[in-house]
């Protein structure tokens, strides 16, 4: 317990407060360099002093109705998909485990395509965020029906897997019969994922959503660390795991619900960050959570400072890069775990 | 000993009364009633597919049974809330396993949780009892060793541990010693043996007979979800009630260190 330096396998007692400190400074990094990114060049930090006095300059007026949506969301959306990833890893004692196995992911984005489809948010533009959430608790709900009470796990990742097909099949065919090609293109680059073009308004939808998801997963540490030993064991020490599962769903179906209902969909984060971060955290499963909320909006910030950087001719989405990275590294997880098996 | 009445009052600190439990047509348990009163080693024995592992999770209060019921104390099972019952008692599973290499401190703290409420960190208290839990399993020096690299009987006793730190009235295990070298089974029954003293006592399922004749006070021998004999070992572990329920001669002697030994299985038809 004398070692000093973050390291794998050795002090974990401190060490999640440690590294909780090490990624809010990450954070508050990338933010200031994420503000600072876009077509025209302020100075931030005059600007923020100026957003504060009486008569805001125009920088100021571009970082609060541009640039900090956009980096506020960000951060929502990261921490969301970062804490639910390892909520859901937590409950089904799964490493590959996403928080888009239970459905909300693809209702969420689903919902939205459906207002987008039909025109519904023509006169209400925060329609489409909405419908996302709206969409994503149905789809929730429909896994928990399709498993049962009392279903075990594999049973759980089979409903959800058949609500996630679903609803994936639902968006294709509503892109075969999108009425033109622009309205086509409209619909496939929201599924992407992206952040710019946000506005305040947009965080305030998902905000309330996002916060209740946020409290319930972050009070079931003890609960998952419980898990560890198995359902039943877990039973035996107090612990309901049928409720606990309740829970946590009805929390990811919130905050996913409404991070892909504001964003479109944004992969890999919920599944890599809580795989990076467990190790520093002695592999317990409650103390992953708020570091991996942290983790989630570190990445977030500069997956889509990385998008602005890279220099395409279209303006690449940050969900497009999340994959990109992501796969290769969920294929490396699944190699290692057929060389380890995980239990 | 056995009280079928559960009104009547006695001191026991667990006692199921008539409880059956039936899955898919098959009765498990068919109508046992088990006492366990303070001080009592109690042994579950029988063989594979008896029952036993059943009624123990039963009287754990993790399953509920068909019909009968289980009393914690005077009070129905059920009726207690989840903390109190993990308070009272702890819960050996049979191949107990964690799913995270974790280390072996955090899996004896987690014998804390029943005390701990949902934002508290452990604190001194939960320290000392973690520590003298893992002295007394001798698993001091595996501590901060992940349980992924434990070999099946240190992990037993590191469960053990979990269990011993939560300081329960009552023990209910399952077939603690079953992938313990013979070191460590007496260890382990010395564990349990000392600890079902005074107000606290524990249930144990055994398929060593040898060893259940030796630490247990008391005996169920159950077959075919049935109860067969009860009471002291010598009543209990006949040569008669072997080959029925086991269908095996065994011979068997000693005194203060009793001692049976199978000898070869019989063809009932034949025989019997």
Redesign the interface.
């Known amino acids: 317990m004398r070692s000093t330096h973050l390291s794998p396998q050795e002090t974990t007692v401190n060490t999640p407060s440690k590294l909780s400190t090490v990624l809010s400074i990450t954070i508050v990094v990338l933010a200031v360099v994420s503000l600072d990114l876009g077509a025209e060049s302020i100075d931030v930090l005059t600007a923020l002093k100026s957003l504060l006095s009486d008569a805001p300059s125009i920088d100021a007026i571009i970082l609060s109705e541009l640039r900090l949506p956009r980096v506020l969301i960000a951060m929502a959306v990261g921490a969301s998909l970062g804490v639910c990833g390892a909520a859901m890893q937590g409950l089904l004692r799964n490493p590959l485990a996403s928080p888009g196995l239970i459905g909300s992911s693809s209702g969420a984005a689903l919902g939205a395509v459906i207002v987008l489809y039909f025109g519904l948010g023509a006169g209400f533009a925060q329609a489409v965020p909405l419908a996302g959430m709206l969409g994503s608790l149905i789809a929730t709900a429909l896994v928990f029906l399709l498993a049962g009470r009392e279903a075990n796990v594999t049973t759980l990742i089979l409903a959800g897997v058949a609500v996630n097909a679903m609803a994936t099949a639902s968006m294709s065919l509503l892109l075969n019969f999108a009425p033109s090609p622009f309205a086509m293109r409209e619909l496939v680059l929201w599924t992407l994922g992206d952040l710019s073009d946000r506005s305040m308004l947009d965080l305030w939808v998902m905000l309330p959503c996002t916060l209740v998801g946020w409290f319930l997963l972050v009070g079931c540490g003890r609960q998952l660390d419980a898990l560890t030993l198995g359902e039943r064991t877990a039973s035996s020490l107090g612990v309901s795991p049928g409720f606990l599962r309740w829970r946590i769903f009805i929390a990811v179906s919130l905050a996913v619900g409404a991070a892909v209902a504001t964003t479109g969909m944004i992969g890999f984060i919920g599944l890599v960050v809580p795989h990076l971060i467990r190790p520093w955290v002695g592999h317990a499963p409650g103390k992953l959570l708020v570091p991996s909320a942290l983790g989630g909006s570190a990445m977030l910030l500069a997956a889509d400072i990385g998008v602005r950087l890279i220099p395409t001719q279209n303006l690449l989405k940050v969900g497009v890069l999340t994959s990109l990275v992501g796969a290769p590294f969920f294929l490396h997880l699944i190699l290692r775990s057929r060389r380890h098996g995980y239990r | 000993m056995v009280t079928d009445n559960p009104t009547s009052v006695s001191n026991d600190l667990l006692s199921a009364h008539k409880v059956s439990v039936v899955k898919g047509g098959k009765t498990l348990v068919d109508t046992l009633s088990i006492s366990v009163p303070p001080g009592k080693l109690v042994g579950l024995i029988g063989p594979n597919g008896a029952g036993k592992s059943t009624l123990l999770?039963v009287m754990?209060g993790?399953s509920k049974p068909d019909s009968g019921q289980v009393l914690l104390g005077h009070e129905p099972i059920s009726k207690v809330s989840?903390?109190e019952?993990?308070?009272t008692?702890?819960?050996l599973?049979q191949l107990?396993?964690?799913?995270?290499?974790?280390?072996v401190e955090?899996?004896v703290m987690?014998?804390r949780?029943?005390y701990?409420s949902?934002?508290q960190t452990p604190g001194e208290s939960d320290d000392l009892e973690v520590s003298r839990a893992l002295a007394s399993t001798d698993c001091e020096h595996l501590r901060h060793q992940?349980v992924?690299t434990l070999s099946g009987g240190e992990l037993t006793r590191v469960m053990l541990a979990?269990i011993l730190a939560a300081d329960p009235q009552i023990i209910l295990a399952d077939e603690p010693i079953a992938a313990l070298d013979i070191g460590h089974q007496l260890q382990t029954m010395d564990v349990l043996r000392d600890y079902a003293t005074g107000t606290k006592a524990a249930v144990v399922v055994l398929h060593d007979l040898s060893l259940a004749a030796r630490y247990c006070d008391y005996l169920y021998l159950i077959h075919e979800g049935k109860l067969i004999a009860e009471g002291a070992a010598r009543e209990v572990l006949t040569e008669q009630h072997l080959r029925d329920v086991y269908g095996v001669d065994v011979v068997s002697g000693g005194g203060d260190v009793p001692w049976i030994v199978p000898v070869r299985r019989i063809n009932l038809d034949v025989s019997g």
């Open positions: 999770s754990a993790l989840n903390r019952r993990a308070q008692l702890g819960w599973e107990s396993t964690a799913h995270w290499p974790v280390t955090y899996i987690l014998g949780i029943p701990l949902a934002w992940s992924m979990r």
